[in-house]
């Protein structure tokens, strides 16, 4: 049988591993299944048997440790696909720490298939006993064997709902077993035994993988063969896809930023204010007008936990090319409406050798190379609209959109039923 699943890199476990006879059961298993590399999606999760993920030519996604099982049916939730497959593989470590994720993902139906590498210990940390350690198995940080007994974690899963749960040894072919599991719908489970050569072995030597699992009392049998209980949300009908609630912007205007950014390829404006003064909405309606006038924006917040109080920032990048980074660290433009948010912006407009800060005029100026143009923005609108007429301001001054652009967005956002654009036009005209 040739090897479509897996490359030619070679797999990368330690001599004996059982991580290597998972990996190449399952490939075997896959291609019983007649399922080609990209039908698949592999999730990793952390451990050693996660640095799989690059000898796999299928779809690899990796987790974080406990984690890979939510990926897993994150993904499986949002695949209308049926042919596509979703294969998570887990250490016992991580289904340790993310048991309730398997135990809920089996409670959910998500159509997927979990692989629990259980080799007793937490390999890549150096083999510490999992909540799946049988008792009295010893490992290099419990050297008089683990006091605790173990979770039968397939007996677990089969109460929640899982619809295919199967303990294998991990020892010669069992391909039909992954097989079996990979080829239902709904929730399956496989838990692999194995013990890790390096730390479990060494361990333990004069005890046999096949007694380990009989005194444990886990059966290697089939423990749960259900009919399938398909994943059903009202979710999936509400939001097709996550993108589904977003509202299209058209585009509207022309722009000058194309021979503005010929140097710079992109602008990043930052706006530095206080909670509940507008400034998030404010940079949000600059967005707005952006992606109006044809550009590539981002746009984002940062503020404290504390929602209510201190420091409101947000930074804006415009761009007639694709913004691969949404980090500002010197910014182009600064605009500066309140003491909270000169102290936020003090550093970043210490960085920049040029470029304007609009700065209120009530503030003392932060250094910094730039140039700094003062406009009483809270006294002439207040300190709620503070963050809105430094938009107009900086537009007015830089040209870079067309202020209609900036008009358009206001007035489509509830804010226009309180103040109206004219308002700040008006000051910028007076
Ligand atoms: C939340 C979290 N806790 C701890 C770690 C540290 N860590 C990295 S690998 C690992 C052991 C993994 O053991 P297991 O999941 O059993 O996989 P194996 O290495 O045995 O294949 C640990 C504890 C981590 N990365 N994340
Ligand atoms: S340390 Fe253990 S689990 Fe990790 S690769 Fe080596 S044998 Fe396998």
Redesign the pocket.
Known sequence: MSNIFINDQGLPFCKGCG?STIANNTEKALAKLGLKPLDVILVT??????IIDKSFNTHTVHG???RSVALGAGISAGITNPDKKVIVF??????T?GMQHIIDAAHNGYNMTVVI?N?M?????GG?P?EYTPMGFKTPTKQAGSTKFSYDICKIVAAAGGTYVRRVMGIGDFSDALSEAFGRPGFSLVEVMEI?PSYGVKSNPEMKLSKVVENAGLATEVIADLPAKHYVTDRREALPSLFSPSDVIPAQAGTRLQAETSTHGELRIMMCGSAGEGVQVAAELLARAGIRAGLQVTKKGSYPVTVGVGFSAAEVILSPEAINYTGTVTPDYMIITSRDGLDFGKKAAGRMKSGKIYLDESLESPVTGAEIIRFPFREKTGARNASFMGVFYFLHDTNLLPVEVMVNSFNENKISKKVSADQFLQLLSA
């Open positions: 991580h999760d952390i451990g050693c048997h996660g974080l440790h406990g887990i250490g016992d470590g991580g289904a720490i590498h080799n210990l937490y390999g890549m940390t510490q999992s890790c």
